[in-house]
């Protein structure tokens, strides 16, 4: 491939409409096998379009960890799709066409249409990018604002100009839009601030400035506003600790999942080494340099006085990053001399396109999704009591999660999720559906019958037949 190929328009749009066709494939076939998981179901509840704004923002969202931008959108789009899982995706599509435009638009008024159509399939086939699309959650809005962010403010620095305004504006949304969200906006001021420092140019870290700023406020008087409420934010991220074992899953899962295996690892950090020979690579990635600490390392800093470390919280910054690497790497192929260093640049972007199909698929299957409604709805009329055994968080001040998903999806029945905390015989239970419980890997992953049923306070006195279904960290008994 020659020079003249690579800066073909024609031949990157085909490139961008195969990328597009494969992600609308993997959005499809996802969509109609996936279903919802406890995350997702608190968002459910949380935007139902019956209560009203005042009670979506200052009491349901009260146990939100993350700032409600999507909160907002998604409540005012079920007012007119009310079926969550289909408005969610509806939302999360229409972010990633957005995206994808703003991108190539943007690189098209410099006459770099071709880098436009590169960085959109970069986006498009990005492992984050794959598995949040499918989520009813914050991830995708926040992903899309980052990508763009990131393309805005690296166009800024190569031109010397910009609307700042547009820089801000964005900035502010972004800070909303999640937590990681804000992080990776003040990540990209910062960047600005040193580079404009660093190269003596007045008018980027000015820009930087106001870019930290807009992103900032809004942030803080969220933060401000929630962790002052009753049950409100900081308690709800209890669950998180700042243990070894909890800092070693968070790298384990941004490795596994944003990059690839332990060979594919090594492959890229090899290509790396190698680009970092180029004074072109080093003088264009002080950029991504600067925006991948902050961004990597600043969680693990903060969590040493609040944890908020998981590794798919990473996945909001994560396509923005490979975006901006990318732009870096488009200088070393106009500017290095070196083919070796070239073809080492290209591996850094090309490894993550490569790896997210299998990478994603894997993350999607393994989906905790809560399968277990399908079964109990089938069998209501069998449960003359209804009243159905299940684990439930004791205190919903603190975390409303697991009586509120129940009550969702069994919605229309009659049927209610009661906690296991009293000892009962199978025998005494006036319902075909002995116990239900989702999102519990302990019980579900109970392969003994007597064990399973002693760990939900249950006796089988008269040794009644049982029938126990078991799906990904959930599980139904039922009696034959």
Same mark, same amino acid.
């Given at each position: 491939m020659d020079c003249k190929d690579i800066n073909n328009e024609r031949f990157w749009l085909g490139l961008c409409a195969l990328a597009g066709t494969v992600f609308l494939v993997m959005f499809v076939v996802n969509a109609r096998r996936g279903g919802l998981w406890t995350d997702e179901l608190f968002t459910v509840w949380a935007t139902d379009p019956s209560i009203n704004p005042w009670q979506l923002q200052f009491d349901r969202l009260r146990y939100e960890t993350n700032p409600p931008l999507h909160f907002w959108l998604l409540y005012g789009l079920r007012q007119v799709v009310p079926e969550a899982r289909v408005a969610g995706l509806i939302l999360n599509f229409t972010v990633v066409v957005a995206t994808v435009a703003a991108i190539v638009m943007t690189m098209r008024r410099d006459g770099r249409a071709w880098l436009g159509y590169a960085l959109a399939i970069l986006f498009l086939l990005n492992t984050a990018t794959l598995i949040y699309v499918q989520e009813v959650r914050a991830y995708m809005l926040a992903l899309g604002l980052c990508a763009v962010l990131a393309v805005l403010v690296m166009r800024f620095i190569a031109q010397g100009r910009g609307r700042v305004a547009l820089l801000a504006v964005l900035g502010a949304v972004? &800070?909303?839009?999640?937590?990681?969200g804000a992080l990776f906006a003040g990540a990209l001021a910062a960047a600005l601030v040193i580079e404009g420092l660093v190269f003596r140019?007045?008018? !980027?870290w000015r820009a &930087? $400035? /106001? #870019?930290? !700023? *807009?992103?900032? !406020?809004?942030? =803080? /008087?969220?933060f401000v506003g929630v962790s002052h409420q009753e &049950? &409100?934010? $900081?308690? @709800?991220?209890?669950w998180i600790s700042f243990a070894p074992e909890h800092i070693k899953s968070t790298i384990d899962g941004i490795v596994r999942v944003f990059v690839g295996p332990v060979w594919v690892v090594i492959i890229w950090v090899m290509a790396l080494? =190698? *680009?970092l020979s180029s004074p072109v690579f080093r003088r264009s990635g002080l950029m991504v340099a600067v925006v991948a600490v902050i961004f990597m390392i600043g969680p693990f800093a903060i969590s040493a006085k609040v944890p908020i470390l998981h590794y798919r919280y990473f996945a909001v910054g994560f396509p923005a990053l490979m975006l901006l690497l990318a732009m870096a790497v488009c200088e070393v192929w106009r500017a290095e001399p070196s083919r070796l260093r070239k073809g *080492? *640049?290209?591996? #850094?972007? #090309?490894i993550p396109v490569v790896m997210s199909l299998p990478v994603s698929w894997v993350e999607l299957t393994a989906k905790p999704v809560w399968r277990g409604a399908e079964v109990v709805r089938t069998n209501a009329q069998a449960c003359p009591s209804q009243t /159905?055994?299940?684990l439930i968080y004791p205190d919903a001040k603190v975390q409303p999660i697991f009586p509120f998903t129940y009550e969702y999806l069994l919605r229309g029945t009659g049927l209610k999720v009661t906690g296991?905390?009293?000892?009962? %015989?199978?025998? %005494?239970? @006036?319902?075909? /559906?002995?116990?239900?419980v989702e999102h519990s890997g302990f019980i579900s992953e109970t392969t003994d019958e007597a064990l399973l049923l002693e760990r939900l306070n249950l006796t089988n006195r008269e040794r009644v037949p049982l029938t126990i279904q078991r799906h990904l960290n959930g599980v139904v008994i039922l009696k034959r």
């Open positions: 972004t &800070g909303l839009s999640h937590v990681y140019r007045t008018e !980027v &930087g $400035l /106001i #870019l930290g !700023v *807009a992103c900032s !406020v809004p942030f =803080l /008087i969220w &049950g &409100g934010t $900081l308690r @709800n991220i209890g080494i =190698l *680009a *080492a *640049a290209a591996i #850094l972007v #090309l /159905i055994r299940g296991s905390d009293q000892v009962a %015989d199978v025998s %005494d239970i @006036n319902c075909r /559906i002995v116990a239900w």
